[in-house]
């Protein structure tokens, strides 16, 4: 991406999760994030075609971040794992203001942007041999069972931290405990000290 378009992008994502930890997402508009980003609102539409899109667009961009450090770590697939996840629960927790409000119980748009980006990410994993699923089912075909897999825990994962968000006081070393006990055998994971 252009220098000049690339900071126009970081000033938008900047701009609109600063306001989006103050109000609810439906409630910005795109002159507003574009004045405060200090950009026309031309160059909003450069990047999303709403503030929706664009909260998506920059927490997405953090999250790719993360799974690109997973995908270049070379120690044990459980390490890796184990060290992303506990990376994507500090992202969390540092957007918690946007997140708490923009999962709403399995029925927002983050829930489904969180939900897509740990399937990829799951799928990745698969396609890469990080990752096997030693699960077979009668009359189920590999991919079934590996597209069933990854969308089990990508939900799973996601109202995990859904119900987490909603304690008084989420600790990533809680959400780790509870997550690593339910997580079937065949995924991997350590525990740590996060």
Do not use: C, N
């Amino acid at each position: 991406m252009d220098p000049r378009k690339l900071r126009s992008r970081d000033r938008l994502f900047s701009a609109v999760l600063a306001l989006a930890a103050e109000q609810p997402v439906s409630t910005l508009s795109v002159t507003q994030i574009a004045a405060a980003a200090g950009v026309h609102r031309s160059t909003f539409y450069e990047h999303a075609s709403s503030p929706a899109d664009l909260v998506e667009a920059a927490l997405t961009a953090e999250l790719d971040d993360l799974r690109a450090l997973l995908l270049e770590d070379r120690s044990d697939a459980a390490s890796a794992v184990t060290a992303v996840t506990e990376g994507v629960l500090r992202h969390i927790l540092h957007h918690a203001d946007i997140y708490r409000r923009e999962l709403v119980d399995g029925g927002g748009s983050l829930h489904a942007m969180l939900s897509r980006h740990f399937r990829r990410t799951t799928l990745i994993l698969l396609d890469r041999r990080r990752v096997r699923i030693d699960v077979s089912v009668d009359g189920t075909d590999a991919a079934q069972v590996e597209d069933a897999a990854a969308r089990f825990l990508a939900d799973g994962t996601v109202g995990l931290i859904d119900g987490w968000l909603r304690r008084p006081h989420p600790r990533v070393e809680d959400f780790i405990a509870v997550y690593f006990a339910l997580l079937p055998s065949w995924w991997p994971h350590r525990h740590s000290a996060a």
